[in-house]
């Protein structure tokens, strides 16, 4: 209804950041498609930032799946640059001799394939601590309030709504889809640098190469509604989506990637080398899981609108994308402009906009 738009509004304008702003028409079938009847998805709400659950239902309980894999890492990681503060001692075991790389697919799949050594790993953490708390941390208290749980004599731990909703948390990707634009355009299309050489740069932090960085930080860049970064963002998170997919649960279900990312894009880039995007070592990664690295969206925000959307969420995972706008700009005409921007952002097929 328009009033609770205005409302909403009214809201973020006093400096709120919520409410968040979640669209049913990309919710709702996303649910579905995981195995939720269509009842129950329309009754979702949404756990913490942004994680969908069923009230009432046993469908979303988080032990250890918490984890996240910082993609940018599984990158560097394959054109083996190290890591100022290594966190992971090891982001995947597939390595490219720069001088050897022919094509962006080339180093695509070794991302990806480092990206699937990270995941294996870390749900079969999962799996067993979820075996763990299980055995030893029952839940009686939750298990009276949640469905069916009291007729089958069962804690909540026990058994599980269908779909078994485990989720995994993923960010970076954009400072990925930014890097490998960068190296896409001056590596193989423009030809200005060599493989070899833009590695250097990136392991020395950029130090001594400055014109080659601000060559990577003027290639396209995600957010300006621009197909040579944007897809590049698409490919990326659907393979990413569907290695994690690939895992399963205790259960047997598929693990779910998901963009609950919180702070996790900043405290894990203080820990990450040097990127292809231009980003110096220790710098945070994109903002969120599908907004654009801070600063480099330079056509206003339906430009961003339109970059966000073509990461179809149906075919990826559940992004958190951030917007920040000064509150003086939702209040008088502007608030009727943003009721237009929000409208854009349903028309567009985001699942969710904070």
Same mark, same amino acid.
């Given at each position: ?5 205005? $409302?909403?509004?009214?809201? =973020? ?17 996303? =649910? ?147 890097? =490998? ?30 014109? @080659? ?37 205790? @259960? ?29 070592? +220790? ?14 969206? $330079?056509? +206003? ?8 959307? $073509? ?8 992004? @958190? ?24 952002? +349903?028309?567009? +097929? ?5």
């Amino acid at each position: 209804p328009e009033a609770l738009v205005k $409302k909403a509004i009214e809201v =973020l304008a006093s400096g709120m950041p919520q409410p968040a702003i979640f669209n049913d028409k990309v919710n709702l079938p996303r =649910l579905v498609e995981l195995g939720c009847s269509i009842e129950d998805a329309r009754e979702y709400s949404i756990n913490n930032c942004m994680v969908p659950t069923i009230p009432g239902q046993n469908f979303n309980h988080i032990s250890a799946w918490a984890a996240g894999v910082p993609l940018p890492m599984c990158l560097n990681s394959a054109l083996d640059i190290p890591d100022p503060i290594p966190f992971y001692k090891n982001a995947g075991p597939n390595k490219i001799d720069p001088a050897t790389i022919a094509s962006l697919d080339e180093l695509l799949d070794a991302t990806v394939e480092n990206y699937k050594w990270v995941i294996h790993r870390l749900v079969l953490i999962g799996n067993i601590t979820d075996a763990l708390y299980k055995e030893y941390a029952p839940r009686p208290f939750l298990s009276t309030l949640i469905d069916d749980c009291i007729d089958r004599a069962e804690d909540v731990r026990d058994w599980n709504y269908q779909p078994d909703y485990r989720d995994v948390t993923l960010f970076g990707l954009n400072t990925v889809a930014d890097s =490998l634009a960068a190296i896409t355009k001056v590596v193989f299309d423009d030809k200005k640098v060599s493989m070899e050489a833009l590695v250097e740069a990136m392991r020395n932090n950029w130090q001594g190469h400055e014109k @080659l960085r601000r060559m990577c930080l003027e290639a396209p860049k995600f957010g300006n509604d621009d197909d040579y970064v944007d897809l590049l963002s698409l490919e990326f998170a659907s393979r990413v989506s569907e290695e994690t997919m690939k895992c399963k649960t205790n @259960l047997g279900s598929p693990v779910i990637p998901d963009g609950t990312a919180s702070t996790a894009w900043w405290s894990f880039g203080r820990v990450c080398a040097a990127t292809a995007d231009g980003r110096v070592a +220790g710098d945070p990664f994109n903002d969120g899981t599908i907004s654009p690295m801070t600063g480099r969206d $330079k056509k +206003g925000p339906t430009a961003v609108l339109k970059s966000v959307s $073509k990461v179809d969420p149906m075919k990826t995972w559940n992004h @958190l994308f951030n917007q920040t706008v000064v509150p003086e700009y939702l209040t008088g005409h502007n608030a009727e402009l943003f009721a237009q921007y929000l409208k854009t952002f +349903g028309d567009l +097929g985001i699942h969710h906009i904070q």
